[in-house]
């Protein structure tokens, strides 16, 4: 219990240390977004049927797939710190497990987890949520840990990096389309009754009156805890593919032989071969979810999300290799991010070509809009991912000194999902005038969308490789040492000096301005003007016929409202700094 207590205290003090600055503030960014999920949560447990139910298996899928997409998990204290104490493998976990419950999640978890006490049937079951509020936190946790800790084993092998990325990309899509089900499986607005009895849903019996819930709970936290502690045994070195196999690299110039290195790394590095399979899986998924409804339209799609999620999954291209960049910069007019560029499309390329040609034949279309898409987001794939990657590259670690959790690729999860959700952003606008063009025009589109990408490709990548050209001694220094070397110009990406209070309100109107303006203003507005009503999560849909377009008009006002807070407070913030 002691060694317990001391790492529970070790991780506070960490966290304490870490409120300041740029982490402070994605960490408050995301407690607030946390705690809107769970009061969404505990609204659901004021209604009849088995909401409540549903949305704690979305909690569940949540902490299981949430560490693959955000790097792995919190290792904020990592089992390899402790390995000379010759800590037994159980006392270990138990230990670590009481660490996790420090922080902001297992707290947004908690909070969430209290529609338990709104669900009581009876003053008694609400004492009962008590115990199982906490127990079925630690359910949540120690699925995660076992998911990444199994995820860890797995990516020792190319067959397991391309087997759990295929998995973790059914998982996430299935949690983005899990309305498509709820409906599907749950005869319209009913939810299937055995979400009751998944393990999410084991408090929720407790307290209405189940209580051997609560005693399967506990043998369940027992399994998974013997579970993780055999798994922390294997925990250990980095992952390794075979050398079997392999050819001599032959190359006429310093491009060749970029293009060459760089094939090689996506073939053989498992994080890029689970990042590639987790990318397809997921645009795959995701657009043909709604054929369970008899919905084909979305389908086609399947190939630009996942251009669109590869371009996110790489968005830190040059930080994953480490600091091999010194051979680049070592090594004048090898061409390096032309190099890198055109091996991404040579990689991504194919395989949406063909996911795209496939999956309109499978519906009739739409050709024109589909391969206008594909070859619009390949080429703003293509040059956005070198440019986002040097211009805020993220230090990662070296990929030979990789530990056991081979997700772990940098201690910046938060920037590292933070620039994943910007390549998306920018990727998708780089498609959208030749998907427009296409849309009004039919196949002139093909055109614009073959010009967009090469225009794309060419221009961001010039600006990519001036910027490597330029900055590459900083960009070098970074990846050694973590730290940006100090320059009298601030960063675009920096934030002014400014109180601590503005910056996380910044934060919260960057992360949170787009669901006002898009699926709960812009997206709803098309529902309503086409007559879909009471659909999924789109709040206009809901109201009387004179409040559905006052709602959505408010939403677009409040989004644009945010957008607007976040760019006026840096603004003032700049301003005042150069009056003084």
């Not at 002691?2 to 304490?16: D, E, F, P, Q, Y």
């Not at 999902?417 to 920018?426: E, I, K, P, Q, S």
């Amino acid at each position: 219990m002691a060694v317990a207590i001391t790492m529970a205290r070790m991780k506070l003090a960490i966290l304490r240390h870490s409120l300041k600055g740029d982490k402070g503030t994605m960490m408050a960014s995301g407690g607030t977004l946390g705690l809107v999920l769970a009061a969404g949560t505990i609204y659901l447990a004021f209604l009849e049927g088995d909401w409540l139910a549903a949305a704690l298996a979305v909690w569940m899928l949540g902490w299981i797939i949430g560490p693959v997409f955000s790097g792995g998990g919190d290792e904020t204290l990592r089992p390899e710190f402790f390995s000379l104490m010759g800590l037994p493998p159980w006392r270990l976990a138990a230990a670590l497990l009481v660490s996790a419950f420090v922080g902001v999640a297992p707290v947004v978890g908690l909070i969430a987890l209290a529609g338990l006490v709104v669900a009581a049937t009876s003053p008694v079951n609400a004492l009962v949520a008590v115990p199982a509020m906490v127990l079925q936190l630690a359910v949540f946790v120690l699925l995660s840990k076992v998911a990444v800790a199994l995820l860890g084993i797995a990516l020792r092998s190319r067959a397991g990096a391309i087997g759990a990325g295929l998995l973790n990309g059914v998982v996430l899509a299935f949690l983005g389309q899990a309305w498509v089900f709820a409906v599907a499986f749950g005869q319209g607005a009913q939810i299937p009754e055995f979400v009751r009895y998944l393990p999410s849903g084991w408090g929720l019996l407790a307290v209405q009156g189940d209580y051997l819930a609560l005693a399967a709970m506990v043998v369940l936290i027992a399994l998974l805890l013997a579970t993780w502690a055999g798994l922390l045994t294997r925990r250990a070195g980095a992952n390794r593919p075979s050398t079997r196999g392999r050819r001599p690299m032959r190359a006429r110039n310093g491009r060749e032989a970029v293009v060459a290195k760089e094939l090689r790394t996506w073939s053989r590095d498992l994080v890029r071969n689970h990042q590639l399979t987790f990318a397809l899986a997921y645009g795959v998924f995701f657009a043909s979810a709604p054929l369970v409804l008899g919905w084909t339209d979305m389908l086609p799609w399947a190939a630009p999300i996942f251009i669109v999620m590869a371009a996110a999954m790489t968005s830190n291209l040059y930080g994953t290799d480490g600091t091999s960049l010194w051979l680049a910069l070592m090594t004048p007019g090898s061409s390096d991010v032309r190099g890198r560029q055109l091996a991404w499309l040579v990689t991504v390329g194919p395989v949406a070509v063909l996911v795209a040609v496939a999956c309109t034949l499978i519906t009739g279309g739409p050709w024109a809009v589909i391969l206008t898409a594909t070859a619009a987001l390949l080429g703003g794939g293509a040059g956005l991912v070198p440019l986002i990657s040097v211009y805020a590259l993220v230090p990662s670690t070296d990929p030979q000194k990789r530990g056991g959790n081979p997700l772990r690729t940098s201690e910046e999860d938060g920037a590292l999902t933070g620039l994943a959700y910007l390549a998306m952003v920018l990727v998708a606008l780089t498609g959208a005038p030749a998907i427009a063009v296409a849309t009004l025009y039919g196949w002139w589109g093909v055109a614009a969308g073959l010009a967009t990408g090469a225009l794309c490709y060419w221009g961001l990548g010039l600006l990519a490789d001036r910027r490597l050209t330029a900055r590459g001694p900083e960009l070098l220094h970074l990846m050694r040492t973590g730290r940006r070397p100090e320059s009298p110009k601030p960063s675009a990406f920096k934030l002014p000096d400014m109180p601590a209070s503005h910056r996380t309100i910044v934060m919260i109107c960057w992360v949170l301005g787009a669901i006002p303006l898009f699926p709960q203003g812009v997206v709803a507005a098309v529902m309503v003007s086409n007559g879909q009503l009471r659909h999924s999560w789109f709040l206009a849909t809901y109201m009387e016929p004179g409040l559905r377009w006052p709602v959505a008009l408010g939403f677009v006002l409040l989004g644009l409202t945010m957008y607007g807070t976040g760019l006026w407070l840096p603004h003032r913030a700049k301003k005042k700094a150069a009056a003084g």
